[in-house]
């Protein structure tokens, strides 16, 4: 019997794309379709961007939707609230989350985080190499040791997140500097994973390593239920025998 394949809603602000050569030559048909086209396994890729009505994320979209990957860098401040509101509630209901790059700054990610989720970086066309310090995990399930990419914006810390479950790659840069890439999280029912690489002007999301991390992070990121637990009064699940009173 067949499983029943995943829906994925890939987000991005679509904004670079639209206002620089540069970009738009790195990613022609948006940043958005490069990842949904990255992706392997049994996938259903829908696409939302900013400009789309209610960013592309109504009530039905996410409610159909059992991973959303997000990717926003510029424009952080107009997405709506109500919109990150209803994202921060499906995670919680179960939704899978992945946060790519600059989405560290998004408000879906601050939200759920509760930090700044501020740190350092650096534009300087710097060799990268992401090292896996979890082998066991399927997020890096047919990955080396490492990951090298020949040049890349630098992130590095101290990087302001709350203490991750898991710690899945560790990046080192030319520059000298390293940063926590790969994190897991857990809010709610909902799992969430933050991945590091992918800077507008860099072809990274067709790497063939990064699509394999971004493509097992959905499958690990899968809602596991779809049962939310019940909160509020409650009728007790025993017969409450009437106490004496002396």
């Not at 989350?97 to 939200?111: A, C, R």
């Not at 897991?184 to 994973?193: D, L, M, Y």
Request: one cysteine or more.
């Amino acid at each position: 019997m067949m499983s029943k394949p995943l829906n994925v809603t890939v987000w991005n602000e679509h904004r670079h794309e639209k206002e620089s050569e540069i970009v738009r030559a790195a990613y022609p048909d948006g940043i958005h379709t490069a990842i949904g086209e990255g992706l392997s396994g049994s996938v259903q890729v829908t696409y939302a961007t900013l400009d789309d009505p209610e960013h592309g994320l109504s009530e039905e979209v996410l409610n159909n939707t059992d991973v959303l990957i997000w990717w926003g860098h510029k424009a952080h401040g107009e997405v709506q609230d109500e919109i990150v509101a209803r994202v921060q509630k499906r995670v919680w209901a179960g939704m899978g989350l992945i946060v790519l790059h600059s989405g560290h700054f998004s408000k879906v990610f601050k939200t759920l985080m509760g930090t700044s989720c501020d740190l350092k970086w650096r534009e300087a066309d710097e060799k990268e190499r992401l090292w896996v310090v979890a082998p066991g995990h399927p997020i890096v399930e047919g990955i080396g040791e490492y990951i090298d990419l020949e040049a890349e914006e630098m992130y590095g810390e101290h990087f302001d997140i709350p203490q991750p479950d898991e710690l899945i790659m560790v990046s080192w840069f030319e520059g000298g500097e390293v940063f926590r890439s790969g994190c897991t999280f857990h809010r709610g029912n909902g799992k969430i994973f933050y991945f590091r690489p992918g800077h507008e002007t860099y072809r990274t999301y067709y790497n063939e390593q990064i699509r394999r991390v971004i493509s097992n992070a959905v499958q690990w990121a899968a809602p596991s239920t779809r049962e939310y637990p019940k909160y509020g009064n409650h009728k007790p699940l025993e017969e409450i025998k009437a106490k004496v009173k002396a």
